[in-house]
């Protein structure tokens, strides 16, 4: 596994693989790795070679109030993993490989980005899509490998890419959850004492609904105030929003359509926390994947 630390390089072998006609698999990830992450190597592995995965905890996309100072960085531990992988490449830049002094350009998809995590986090998805469309600049993947954890960012990320004409088929991967639900996140290291048990309220939130929905429920507030019941009940959790949401455009439905989203944000102490579930028609009854 070869470890590159500049843009020239990663460019470098970029262009070699396209060269030799090779399919290069991108993931790309801010690090502290975790199951989450490997799932999504192990699938562009199934498609891809070589893989490269991208560790870069990305300042632009952390506002100012933030966690980027306190985000973990546990990089050794994170290359070991990949190592036993067999990951071929890690791209891991310094931030001034990546943002020289007078930088001063920037990706937006407008609309998508403006509303629930966009809204909550100005100025977030404005920094995801930048440093993933030079991501997809330097690396040039033919395929790129997101978790369906960020919802809105694969769908973000999959816009960006359309509409700038960009040769990376965007992948997007199941969640991975803690045998008690909780959807692995680097921010689960957050977590203290109770509020590891009170953060499983999320996931249970979304299969409340998921129940709900097999029960034929398929009005939209009467499902947002199960969830909402549920992370209401739980001391500790503080909700953010609680939404269902067309799958492709990210506006609210009044009732269940084709493909949409039970999306969820939510304070546990200090720590924010989102999760998510797919809802899919299939016939007159619908899917829930959480
Ligand atoms: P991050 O390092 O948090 O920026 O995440 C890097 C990629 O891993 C993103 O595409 C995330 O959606 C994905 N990811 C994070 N957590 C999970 C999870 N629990 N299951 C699947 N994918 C995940």
């Given at each position: ?17 396209r ?16 199951e ?7 699938e562009?592995?199934?498609q891809?070679?070589p893989?490269?995965?991208s560790?870069?905890?990305n300042?632009a996309?952390?506002?100012?109030g933030e ?19 067999r ?5 891991a830049p310094?931030?001034?490989e ?10 937006i998809v ?5 509303v ?8 977030h998805?404005?920094?995801?899509t930048t440093v993933?469309?030079?991501?997809f600049e330097?690396?040039?993947?033919r395929?790129a ?5 960020d ?24 969640i991975v959850?803690e045998a ?16 590891r048990?009170?953060?499983?309220a999320?996931?249970r ?5 998921r129940r709900?929905?097999a029960?034929?429920e ?9 969830m909402?019941?549920v ?8 909700p953010?929003?609680v939404?269902?949401v067309?799958a492709?455009?990210f ?7 084709k ?6 944000a ?7 926390l ?13 899917n829930?994947?959480?």
């Amino acid at each position: 596994m070869e470890i590159i630390r500049t843009t020239a390089w990663m460019k470098q072998v970029a262009r070699d693989a396209r060269v030799k006609e090779r399919v290069l698999g991108l993931v790309p990830t801010m690090g502290a790795l975790h199951e989450g992450h490997f799932s999504l190597v192990r699938e562009a592995q199934k498609q891809c070679s070589p893989v490269a995965v991208s560790i870069f905890v990305n300042p632009a996309q952390f506002g100012p109030g933030e966690d980027f100072k306190k985000y973990p960085r546990t990089f050794d531990a994170d290359i070991a993993a990949l190592e036993k992988l067999r990951v071929d490449y890690v791209f891991a830049p310094p931030p001034e490989e990546i943002y020289p002094p007078g930088f001063r350009t920037a990706v937006i998809v407008e609309g998508l980005g403006e509303v629930l995590e966009g809204r909550v986090r100005p100025g977030h998805f404005r920094g995801v899509t930048t440093v993933v469309a030079k991501l997809f600049e330097i690396a040039q993947p033919r395929l790129a490998f997101f978790g369906r954890k960020d919802a809105q960012q694969a769908r973000i990320i999959r816009q960006m890419a359309a509409d700038l004409n960009l040769d990376a088929e965007i992948v997007v991967c199941p969640i991975v959850r803690e045998a008690d639900g909780l959807a692995m996140s680097s921010r689960n290291a957050y977590l203290k004492g109770s509020e590891r048990q009170a953060a499983t309220a999320l996931y249970r939130s979304l299969d409340a609904a998921r129940r709900e929905i097999a029960k034929g429920e398929r009005d939209a507030a009467s499902l947002i105030a199960v969830m909402r019941a549920v992370l209401d009940a739980e001391p500790g959790v503080t909700p953010g929003y609680v939404e269902i949401v067309d799958a492709d455009t990210f506006e609210h439905v009044v009732s269940l359509r084709k493909s949409c989203y039970a999306l969820v944000a939510a304070r546990v102490g200090a720590t924010r926390l989102i999760d998510n579930a797919l809802i899919e028609q299939e016939g007159e009854s619908f899917n829930v994947a959480v």
